[in-house]
């Protein structure tokens, strides 16, 4: 195993770098700002790559780079898509990112980062399977079996927040128009901004306060945290239908709602294709952290 691993959270505000020492120890983290631009972007990574092997004695080149992103790589073109970070769709980052740095790297999903990071020392550390959920802005994830790391020929494995809510009811049929372009798509339902929205009208975006003032007797807030965490459970019972996975951990700023712990496993019951349901929903252990661990650690996934 390489003495350094390093690993860059490149996000839509700022760009993450962390290392990480053979027994999995930090040995190093710095955050920037994003820079707006695509140009921009190659040279804040390379010089953060730069200065952090300068600092630990590294040799230019010792160190292996793993870099999570929004949106992925297409296998057709090799070019950014569905990224938020609108610089860098339609952009050969990985060419020129190598060409930069004088090096391969190694690039995948923001969420499939986090699920290698949760699956290796985290919340799902321990079990075959784990399918990781981002539940923030947006809904993403990822899958780890076994250590490795799937994003399927198409590099879209886990993008669960693109399909449709499962068993919709005739109030929400035939469901919000995504971004994507589709309608009805999980994202939609069970993001932060949905929840605000199901709590508050179309123009609201932020859901922080709603758990809080349902505890303080809002029964609108209490009945949208009860619709938001039927809606979760019914997605992820979906999946569990299809890939049974061993756990099921939940990460971004939604899965700090304490409740879904207790109430999305026994909303999620009746919904599974079994006679018992025993699929654990855990929360992220490395919180906003395991981006850039998991990063990290795509070398470790072969």
């Not at 930090?26 to 990574?45: H, K």
Request: net charge neutral; proline share 7%; hydrophobic share 45%.
């Amino acid at each position: 195993m390489r003495r350094f691993r390093i690993g860059i959270d490149l996000g839509g505000t700022k760009t993450e770098i962390a290392v990480l020492g053979p027994a999995g120890e930090v040995l190093l983290r710095r955050r920037a700002p994003t820079p707006p631009t695509y140009e921009g972007v190659i040279e804040r990574i390379a010089a953060m790559v730069e200065a952090a092997e300068r600092e630990l004695g590294a040799a230019p080149g010792e160190a292996s780079v793993g870099i999570g992103i929004p949106g992925s790589l297409s296998p057709a073109t090799g070019l950014v898509r569905n990224a938020n970070t609108v610089a860098l769709n339609g952009k050969p980052l990985a060419e020129d990112l190598e060409a930069r740095l004088g090096r391969p790297l190694r690039f995948s999903n923001d969420a499939n980062c986090m699920a290698m990071s949760e699956a290796t020392d985290g919340a799902g550390a321990g079990y075959g399977t784990v399918f990781a959920v981002i539940l923030g802005t947006g809904v993403g994830g990822g899958i780890v079996v076994n250590g490795r790391l799937l994003e399927g020929p198409n590099r879209v494995a886990g993008e669960w927040g693109h399909t449709p809510l499962p068993w919709m009811t005739p109030e929400e049929f035939p469901g919000r128009r995504c971004w994507c372009g589709r309608l009805g798509c999980i994202e939609t339902f069970v993001s932060g901004p949905a929840l605000a929205m199901e709590c508050d009208g179309p123009d609201a975006r932020d859901a922080t306060g709603v758990p809080a003032r349902a505890a303080a007797g809002d029964a609108r807030a209490a009945a949208a945290l009860e619709r938001h965490a039927d809606r979760l459970a019914r997605a992820l019972a979906g999946i569990v239908n299809i890939l049974d996975p061993d756990v099921i951990v939940l990460a971004g700023g939604v899965s700090n709602m304490r409740h879904l712990y207790e109430r999305v496993p026994a909303l999620m019951a009746p919904h599974v294709f079994s006679d018992v349901v025993r699929t654990p929903v855990l929360q992220a252990r490395h919180g906003d952290s395991s981006g850039v661990f998991g990063a990290a650690r795509l070398w470790d996934s072969t």
